[in-house]
């Protein structure tokens, strides 16, 4: 349902759909599961379509903390996170400096 709304540009409630699924997903996978960092990294995508780039980073940050955890340092998922992060990271820090 969230991707569908993010698909849609829906970018204001699909928030909300991250919320419940990853609410799902931490009640029935193991806390580390690769699953629930690809959901932290789809919120802190829509949460940057919506400009909110502080929560956005919050999220992505998590997305990488469980990559790390799980996967090979080399592993597709875990690089495309890392770089995700450094961008949002660069526009916060921006925002800040101005």
């Known amino acids: 349902m969230s991707v569908s709304h993010q698909s849609m540009k829906e970018y204001s409630t699909a ?3 991250y919320k419940k699924a990853l609410a799902i997903q931490n009640k029935s996978l193991p806390s ?12 802190a995508t ?3 379509n919506l400009e909110d780039y502080e929560n956005a980073l919050k999220y992505e940050q998590r997305a990488v903390d469980i990559a790390n955890q799980t996967v090979a340092p080399n ?3 875990l690089v495309t996170f890392n ?4 961008r949002i990271n660069i526009k916060v820090q921006s925002m800040k400096n101005k």
């Not at 770089?83 to 450094?86: A, L, N």
């Open 15 to 17: 928030p909300d759909y």
């Open 32 to 43: 580390t599961h690769p699953n629930i960092a690809t959901t932290y990294n789809s919120m």
């Open 83 to 86: 770089d995700y992060y450094e």
């Open 75 to 77: 592993h597709p998922h």
């Open 46 to 48: 829509v949460l940057v």
